[in-house]
C-alpha cells in the first residue's frame, strides 16, 4: 500500500502466489482483491482495522476483478461458474472442471454477510468484466465483447421496471462502438468521470468519459464481427453436425425453450409468420445448458414435397442459411469431423505426443580475465507445454578436445524440477615456467544429475550430483606430466530472489544464496574438501530509478584439498592487472574450484588467495545522462547511469593469522590484511555490450593511494 501523498509503502503480507484488481470500500477500511493460490483463484477482502483477511468465494472457478457496492454490502464480479451460485447448488464429489464451461465469464454480485450470489449477465460467447456500479446502487457499467470487440454496457440492477424477474433479465446497452478494445474501466466516487484504457496506433493510452451513467446507449445492440458471426455460425454447424451423427430427424431435435431468467441482452426480436409444428424440449444431461437449434430450417428427412417451415422464433437466432446447400454442408462436414468425434459425437482424446521446437538460438562474444575473448552458441528446444527442454552449447575450435560444448535435458512438467547435463570444457593459457612461459591446456569434463524444488514463488531449493574429470597438460613442454584429477561432487543450496530489475542491474527487493557442497574423497581423502558460500544482497529503491546495494559474501573451504577463492579488481576485466604478474593457476583443481570473490575495485586482480574470505560491497546507483545530443558534432548520449562504490574484504588461509589493522613506522593504524577501495563508475550500451568503466582508489585509512582504471563488460550484481 503506498500512501500518495508521503509516498510510504506498507506491504501486506498475505500467502498468495498473485494479486490483482484490488478495490478498496467506500469507507476506505477494507479492500477487495482476486488473490491467486496455487490451486484456485478467489475474492478475498482484507480488514484493515481487525488485520483479517477473509476469502469470499473458496471455490473452484475463477474469480475476478471485484467492486464494492455504494453502501459495502455487496461485491460484484466476474467469473466462469455458471449456475453454481448459492450453497444449495455446492458443487458434486464427481463434479469436473474440464467438464464445465469455463469459457465465459459473467457479472455476479455476492453478499459478504449471506454470501448469496447472484448471476447479472449470462451472454454465450463473451466475457464480461470491469463491474462498476453507479453511486446509488442501480446502475451497473462493465466491459463486454458481446459483437466481438469489447465496449462499455450500462445495465440497471432494478427488478421493479418492465416486469424484470431476475438481473440476468434485464436489457443492457451499449455506450460505446469503438473498433478499438476497451479495458480497465475506473470511476470516480461520485460517478461523474470514467476512465479506461484502449489501443491506439500501436499504444495503450487513458480516456475519459464524463457522466457515463447520464449517457444515452449508441444503439439497442451493436453489430456483431465477422468472427464473432463465424463463432455464432459455428455454434450452429457443430448443433448440426451432432444431429446428424445420431441419425435423427428434425423433429427428435431436443430443445429447450429460453428461460427468460436466461435471456439474452438484447430486445426481444419480431415474430416472423411461420407454421409451427410441436418440437420436444430436453436439457443436455451432460453439462445443465441447453441446446439451441435456431433459424428458419427445410426438413429433409421426409419426402422432397413435403417440406415443412417450423417457428423457432422464440429461441435465440443464428445466421440464417440457404437451405438447399445445407445437406451439401453438412456431408462434407461430417466426414471432416468423424476423425475427431467418436460415435457419440463427443470429441475424441488422443495421448499427448512430445514434439520439441526451437525456442532460441543465438551466437554471444564475451571477454574474461583469465581466458580473454569467448564465444559461444546456443540453442534451446521445448514441446508445446514447456515441460521438456533441450539446451546445446558449443564452440568448436579445430577439434573436440580444444572446443566447448555441452547438452542438458531438463523434466519440468512437476513441481520438482529434474535436469541432466553432459560437458567439456577448455582453455589455453600461459604459465611461468623458468624464465619464460609455456602454452597449457585446461580441460574439464563430465556430467551433472541435478534437482530443484520451489517452496513459493520466491524460495527455492536444489541439490546435485556432478562427476568431474579435470587435467592440465604443457603444450610447450610434453616432459611434464599431465596433472589429471577426477571429483565427485554433491551439492545443496538455497534460494531467495524477489529482485526487480532496473535499466542495467537490480533496483529493488533482495536475493540471498547458501551453498554447501564438496568431495568427500571416497576414492582418494587427499582430494577431498568442503566449502560454504553465502551471499546476500538486498537493493533499496527510491526517487523512482535510484538504488542503494548492500551486499555480503563469504567463503570457507576445508579438508585435505581445500578449494581457494580470490579477491581483487572485478569480473570481466578487460584492462587487467594480476597481482602476481600471473594468472593464478597452480594445478588442475583451480581450474575447476578457484573461484573469484569480486568486486573489490582499487586493486589488482587476484590481490588476495586463501581457502576463506569475506567481502562487503556498498553501491549507489542513479542515472546520470537520460538523454544529451551534442552540437555542432551530433554526438548522443543516452541512459548513462552513474555509481559511487565502497568495497572491503579480504582473503586468508589461517584465521588465526588474520589481521586487519596494524601500525605503520610511525605508530598509525593502518589496515594490513583488509583491503578497502572506493570509487565511481558509469555505465553505458556501446554496440549492444554492456560497457563499464571505473576509477578507484585504495584507502588504508591514513590516505589514498593513486588512482586506479577499470573497463569491464557486463552487468551488475
Given amino acids: 500500500i503506498i500512501d500518495s501523498e508521503t509516498e510510504d509503502v506498507e506491504s501486506l503480507p498475505f500467502k498468495l502466489n498473485?494479486?490483482?484488481?484490488?478495490?478498496?470500500?467506500?469507507?476506505?477500511?477494507?479492500?477487495a482483491f482476486n488473490g491467486s493460490s496455487s490451486k484456485q483463484s478467489d475474492i478475498y477482502i482484507y480488514d484493515f482495522e481487525?488485520?483479517?483477511?477473509?476469502?469470499?468465494?473458496?471455490?473452484?472457478f475463477t474469480d475476478e476483478d471485484p467492486s464494492w457496492s455504494p453502501d459495502g454490502n455487496k461485491i460484484f464480479f466476474s467469473s466462469d461458474r455458471g449456475n453454481y451460485l448459492t450453497e444449495k447448488m455446492a458443487i458434486a464429489d464427481d463434479f469436473k472442471l474440464v467438464d464445465h464451461n469455463y469459457n465465459q465469464l459473467d457479472l455476479y454480485s455476492i453478499e459478504i454477510e449471506t454470501k448469496k450470489v447472484v448471476r447479472i449477465t449470462?451472454?454465450?460467447?463473451?466475457?464480461?468484466?470491469?463491474?462498476?456500479?453507479?453511486?446509488?446502487g442501480k446502475e451497473l457499467i462493465f466491459t463486454s465483447d458481446y459483437n466481438g470487440i469489447t465496449n462499455i454496457y450500462k445495465k440497471r440492477l432494478d427488478l421493479s421496471k418492465d416486469g424484470a424477474i431476475s438481473m440476468v433479465n434485464i436489457n443492457a446497452v451499449p455506450l460505446t462502438n469503438s473498433l478499438n478494445g476497451i479495458d480497465q474501466l475506473s470511476i470516480t466516487k461520485d460517478?461523474?468521470?470514467?476512465?479506461?484504457?484502449?489501443?491506439?496506433?500501436?499504444?495503450?493510452?487513458?480516456?475519459?468519459?464524463n457522466n457515463p451513467f447520464e449517457m444515452e446507449p449508441v444503439a439497442d445492440e451493436l453489430e456483431p464481427t465477422l468472427y464473432m458471426k463465424s463463432l455464432i455460425e459455428s455454434l450452429n454447424e457443430k448443433s448440426k453436425l451432432e444431429l446428424v451423427a445420431t441419425g435423427k430427424s428434425i423433429e427428435e431435435l431436443d430443445v429447450a425453450s429460453v428461460d427468460e431468467s436466461e435471456a439474452n441482452k438484447s430486445e426481444p426480436e419480431k415474430e416472423e409468420e411461420f407454421e409451427t409444428v410441436p418440437i420436444s424440449s430436453k436439457k443436455d444431461s451432460n453439462d445443465n445448458k441447453f441446446v439451441f437449434y435456431t433459424g428458419q430450417y427445410v426438413d429433409k428427412s421426409s419426402a422432397d414435397s413435403d417440406s415443412t417451415k417450423k417457428d423457432y422464433s422464440n429461441y435465440i437466432f443464428g445466421a440464417e442459411e440457404d437451405s438447399s446447400k445445407t445437406e451439401v454442408q453438412i456431408s462434407d462436414k461430417k466426414k471432416l469431423f468423424t476423425q475427431i468425434l467418436d460415435e457419440n459425437g463427443n470429441y475424441l482424446v488422443n495421448r499427448y505426443k512430445i514434439n520439441f521446437s526451437p525456442d532460441l538460438i543465438y551466437a554471444n562474444a564475451g571477454y574474461s580475465t583469465l581466458y580473454g575473448v569467448l564465444g559461444t552458441t546456443v540453442l534451446s528446444?521445448?514441446?508445446?507445454?514447456?515441460?521438456?527442454?533441450?539446451?546445446?552449447?558449443?564452440?568448436?575450435?579445430?577439434?573436440?578436445?580444444?572446443?566447448?560444448?555441452?547438452?542438458?535435458?531438463?523434466?519440468?512438467?512437476k513441481r520438482w524440477d529434474f535436469g541432466i547435463e553432459g560437458f567439456h570444457t577448455a582453455r589455453f593459457v600461459y604459465l611461468s615456467r623458468g624464465f619464460g612461459s609455456n602454452l597449457f591446456r585446461f580441460r574439464n569434463f563430465g556430467g551433472v544429475i541435478s534437482a530443484s524444488y520451489p517452496f513459493s514463488t520466491f524460495y527455492r531449493f536444489s541439490t546435485s550430483l556432478a562427476y568431474l574429470n579435470v587435467s592440465s597438460e604443457n603444450l610447450d613442454n610434453i616432459?611434464?606430466?599431465t596433472d589429471k584429477r577426477s571429483y565427485l561432487i554433491p551439492t545443496v543450496s538455497f534460494v531467495h530472489d524477489n529482485v526487480l530489475y532496473g535499466y542495467t542491474s537490480p533496483i529493488e527487493g533482495t536475493r540471498y544464496n547458501l551453498t554447501l557442497f564438496g568431495d568427500p574423497g571416497i576414492s582418494n581423502s587427499k582430494k577431498s574438501f568442503y566449502s560454504l558460500t553465502w551471499d546476500y544482497r538486498t537493493y533499496f529503491r527510491f526517487w523512482y530509478d535510484n538504488s542503494f546495494v548492500f551486499r555480503i559474501s563469504g567463503g570457507y573451504s576445508g579438508g585435505s584439498n581445500a578449494q581457494r577463492f580470490f579477491v581483487g579488481g572485478t569480473d570481466n576485466w578487460i584492462n587487467r592487472t594480476f597481482s602476481s604478474g600471473d594468472i593464478p593457476l597452480e594445478n588442475a583443481s583451480d581450474f575447476a574450484f578457484l573461484s573469484p570473490a569480486l568486486p573489490l575495485r582499487g586493486y589488482d586482480y587476484a590481490?588476495?588467495?586463501?581457502?576463506?574470505?569475506?567481502?562487503?560491497?556498498?553501491?549507489?546507483?542513479?542515472?546520470?545522462?537520460?538523454?544529451?545530443?551534442?552540437?555542432?558534432?551530433?554526438?548522443?548520449?543516452?541512459?548513462?547511469?552513474?555509481?559511487?562504490?565502497?568495497?572491503?574484504?579480504?582473503?586468508?588461509?589461517?584465521?588465526?593469522?588474520l589481521k586487519f589493522f596494524t601500525k605503520d613506522l610511525n605508530g598509525n593504524t593502518v589496515t594490513d590484511d583488509l583491503l578497502i577501495g572506493t570509487g565511481v563508475g558509469a555505465r553505458a550500451f556501446v554496440l549492444f555490450a554492456l560497457l563499464r568503466f571505473d576509477v578507484a582508489w585504495k584507502w588504508n585509512v591514513e590516505g589514498f593511494s593513486k588512482p586506479r582504471y577499470y573497463i569491464s563488460l557486463g552487468a551488475d550484481f
Fill in 122 to 136: 449470462n451472454w454465450e460467447l463473451s466475457d464480461e468484466r470491469s463491474a462498476k456500479i453507479s453511486p446509488d
Fill in 381 to 413: 528446444f521445448s514441446d508445446m507445454l514447456g515441460s521438456h527442454r533441450i539446451v546445446g552449447i558449443t564452440s568448436l575450435q579445430i577439434d573436440l578436445k580444444n572446443s566447448d560444448y555441452g547438452l542438458a535435458y531438463y523434466y519440468l512438467p
Fill in 479 to 481: 616432459s611434464e606430466p
Fill in 18 to 31: 498473485g494479486i490483482e484488481s484490488a478495490s478498496w470500500s467506500e469507507d476506505g477500511t477494507k479492500l
Fill in 607 to 657: 590481490e588476495q588467495i586463501g581457502t576463506k574470505y569475506s567481502l562487503l560491497n556498498l553501491e549507489l546507483r542513479m542515472p546520470v545522462i537520460r538523454y544529451l545530443l551534442t552540437g555542432p558534432l551530433p554526438l548522443l548520449f543516452q541512459n548513462i547511469l552513474g555509481t559511487a562504490f565502497i568495497d572491503a574484504g579480504s582473503a586468508w588461509n589461517n584465521t588465526e593469522k
Fill in 191 to 209: 460517478g461523474k468521470k470514467l476512465v479506461f484504457t484502449s489501443l491506439y496506433k500501436l499504444g495503450y493510452n487513458i480516456y475519459m468519459l
Fill in 50 to 60: 481487525t488485520k483479517e483477511l477473509i476469502n469470499v468465494t473458496n471455490d473452484v
